[in-house]
């Protein structure tokens, strides 16, 4: 039988579809991998072709594409449960892509160290800050009833909020007194003399040479670190954003809230990893610490660098410069980070306490307010600030944090918990006869004790305040 023209017609373009046809591996890559700008094809259960927003399909895939951990508030033990991909807690992947790099004051990553040690690398600042890199991923808090989950995963699933890559400094801000700049070095040339600067004190078992540098202003903090890079505020002392992303990492990857808990290299049977980062730089009596140097921080910068982008604790033997035995010390590392809680108290921007009066001068609050913009940092009001809840009025063990929509670890009730129980780290606070405006500083000192930790948050004080035990850290976060 012979085809009619427009049955020829028809089976030409047939032909020529066939002969165009791809491979899937033939096919372009997708720009971007927003799943609410993507559908894809599927069949219904009638064999019928059909289309469908990939963001439709992805509630079925979390159970797989994501691991975090579930608490219940009413349980006093500090043990979280975990969820999501079992497999996932044991490989995980967003932890282990954080790793020790040397970052230029443009931002750019001239080399990414050695994963299993840094020792036999250039540290001393002369090719870049040693910073740890944070790597983008997505974060999703919930509540449901007495339940808080926090989940986190590599791929944007519906309902997650996206964790822009960050770099955090490997160590305790130092300071190139040459320009002012923070940094985060292992040096201990006098240009980077830490502590106060104590010129005297070389030679000696009090020498700042190598250590951080304290005694400074939220402000100037914030003004140092920005000197880095003229006209960028790229560069920060450490921020209140950066403090939770890494408490959450930290509390997913051991399912704790404790994060004093004793230090356990050893994986369970499951694979996960147990234990904490032990006590930490936080047990020594202030007497003795404030006789020895004025309280001013004594671990060298880089102590532990021999665990590279590892977890781990190391002894540190403080002695006269007799020989004298002093006292020992552990000094913990998370992944690369050294000292991420006690030692020395740091200063946080992007987070300011609005603290007011008990009635009748005052409304009886503390209100928390935050920024993730480093635009927007400021030392006297809460412009372009976000209201996230409000801090407890007292001081004592953290029960609660304000958790909501982005996991606020600031405490909303500091009553009825203690170092073992709930989230084991203590909350220091006071109320004042007329409203203020105050910073926070978290983790404690050398000589918080059990009280330190990831979440022991401190709002005694203005921006402008300086102590001999408050530093920073160092962060990079590239703009977009």
Not at 229 to 253: D, H, P, R
Not at 278 to 306: K, L, M
Request: glycine content about 10%; charged content about 20%; overall charge negative.
């Amino acid at each position: 039988m012979a085809l009619t023209s427009a049955q020829e017609a028809v089976v030409i373009q047939m032909l020529a579809a066939f002969e165009g046809g791809k491979r899937i591996q033939d096919l372009p890559e997708v720009d971007g991998t927003n799943p609410f700008n993507l559908v894809t094809h599927v069949i219904d259960k009638d064999g019928e072709s059909k289309k469908a927003a990939l963001a439709s399909m992805l509630p079925y895939l979390e159970s797989q594409c994501a691991y975090g951990i579930e608490r219940d508030k009413t349980v006093s033990s500090p043990a979280c449960t975990r969820i999501g991909n079992a497999d996932l807690h044991r490989s995980l992947p967003i932890h282990n892509r954080m790793k020790g790099c040397l970052l230029n004051d443009d931002g750019e990553v001239v080399e990414y160290l050695p994963p299993e040690s840094w020792l036999g690398s250039t540290r001393d600042g002369s090719r870049g800050q040693v910073m740890v890199e944070i790597p983008d991923h997505y974060r999703k808090f919930e509540t449901s009833g007495n339940k808080q989950r926090v989940k986190i995963s590599e791929h944007p699933l519906p309902g997650y909020h996206h964790v822009p890559k960050m770099y955090i400094s490997a160590y305790e801000a130092a300071l190139q007194r040459t320009g002012n700049k923070l940094s985060s070095v292992v040096n201990d040339s006098a240009d980077f003399r830490g502590c106060g600067n104590q010129s005297a004190w070389d030679g000696t078992c009090r020498s700042a040479l190598g250590r951080p540098v304290t005694g400074i202003s939220r402000t100037n903090f914030r003004a140092y670190a920005r000197n880095r890079k003229a006209g960028s505020t790229e560069w920060n002392c450490m921020t209140y954003e950066a403090q939770k992303t890494l408490y959450w990492l930290f509390v997913i990857e051991y399912a704790t809230l404790n994060s004093q808990a004793a230090y356990n290299p050893q994986l369970t049977s499951e694979g996960y990893r147990q234990g904490g980062l032990g006590d930490g730089v936080t047990a020594w009596d202030w007497n003795s610490w404030s006789i020895f140097n004025g309280n001013y921080p004594f671990i060298p910068c880089g102590y532990t660098d021999h665990h590279g982008n590892k977890s781990g604790i190391v002894d540190y033997y403080l002695y006269t410069e007799n020989g004298d035995y002093i006292d020992t010390f552990t000094v913990p590392r998370y992944r690369g980070i050294e000292n991420p809680f006690g030692h020395i108290w740091k200063w946080t921007d992007g987070i300011n306490i609005r603290i007011s009066p008990n009635a009748p001068t005052g409304d009886g609050l503390s209100k928390v307010f935050v920024c993730d913009d480093p635009e927007k940092f400021t030392d006297s009001n809460y412009n372009g600030y976000s209201h996230v809840g409000n801090e407890a009025r007292n001081e004592g063990y953290v029960k609660e944090i304000i958790f909501g929509e982005y996991g606020e670890i600031m405490p909303s009730v500091s009553s009825g918990a203690g170092s073992t129980t709930y989230f084991c780290d203590y909350h220091y606070t006071n109320i004042p006869s007329a409203e203020n405006l105050r910073g926070v500083l978290f983790g404690g000192d050398a000589n918080c004790s059990a009280f330190a930790g990831f979440a022991f948050a401190y709002t005694l004080n203005a921006p402008s305040s300086t102590s001999a035990s408050v530093g920073s850290r160092l962060c990079f976060f590239p703009k977009a």
